[in-house]
T-cell receptor
Framework: EAGVTQFPSHSVIEKGQTVTLRCDPI?????LYWYRRVMGKEIKFLLH????????ESGMPNNRFLAERTGGTYSTLKVQPAELEDSGVYFC?????????????FGPGTRLTVL | QKEVEQDPGPLSVPEGAIVSLNCTYS??????FMWYRQYSRKGPELLMY????GNKEDGRFTAQVDKSSKYISLFIRDSQPSDSATYLC????????????FGKGTKLSVIP
């Protein structure tokens, strides 16, 4: 079974440009999460989808970030316009259910560098 | 005060040593605690989870929660070079989205 995949693995853009990150969750997982790790900080939650609906977007830093999950399958996270402080590693995770013991499976992350 | 505090290390030990990794948490309402392992350039993977207080053992790994002191520990026996990774403690936010709150992670190197 394929795990969570993310694309691209690495993106280097200039300040003010737009970048779109993609996440393909494990097939059949209704729950999809985005997290971010900024250098020197802990991994932090951004938002949670249940199928195509945003369940919790309390961690989104500002309105330059837009997440979508059309059709309840893959998800995209767009940053527009990118700022220097957006640099970091963006992780996607998926989870089948919402029982305490259901595991969140993480993708390898997209390393975003904003110059 | 951060919800989950973890000493980032780095920690370097010789092969075969017993490793002790620790976290503290601030909210007594937490029930589930997890340890994730992250290899370089990879995503975190769940290593173990524990519920409430007590110990949980899985092979060379033991997870321990002490609710009275709000302390979470992971012990690795007979450490191997393949254990070299960053270890992250985490807990769920609670009911609802079950988002994870992580510590900063401790980078462990096991030297052959």
């Amino acid at each position: 079974e394929a795990g969570v995949t993310q694309f691209p693995s690495h993106s280097v853009i200039e300040k003010g440009q737009t970048v779109t990150l993609r996440c393909d969750p494990i097939s059949g997982h209704d729950n999809l999460y985005w997290y971010r790790r900024v250098m020197g900080k802990e991994i932090k939650f951004l938002l949670h989808f249940v199928k195509e609906s945003k369940q919790d977007e309390s961690g989104m830093p500002n309105n330059r970030f837009l997440a979508e999950r059309t059709g309840g399958t893959y998800s995209t996270l767009k940053v527009q316009p990118a700022e220097l402080e957006d640099s970091g590693v963006y992780f996607c995770a998926s989870r089948q259910g919402l029982r305490d013991t259901d595991t969140q499976y993480f993708g390898p992350g997209t390393r975003l560098t904003v110059l | 005060q951060k919800e989950v505090e973890q000493d980032p290390g780095p920690l370097s030990v010789p092969e075969g040593a017993i490793v002790s990794l620790n976290c503290t948490y601030s909210n007594s309402a937490f029930q589930y605690f997890m340890w994730y392992r992250q290899y370089s350039r990879k995503g975190p993977e769940l290593l173990m989870y524990t519920y409430s207080s007590g110990n949980k053992e899985d092979g060379r790994f033991t997870a321990q929660v002490d609710k009275s002191s709000k302390y979470i520990s992971l012990f690795i026996r007979d450490s191997q070079p393949s254990d070299s990774a960053t270890y992250l403690c985490a807990r769920y936010s609670g009911a609802g989205s079950y988002q994870l709150t992580f510590g900063k992670g401790t980078k462990l190197s096991v030297i052959p």
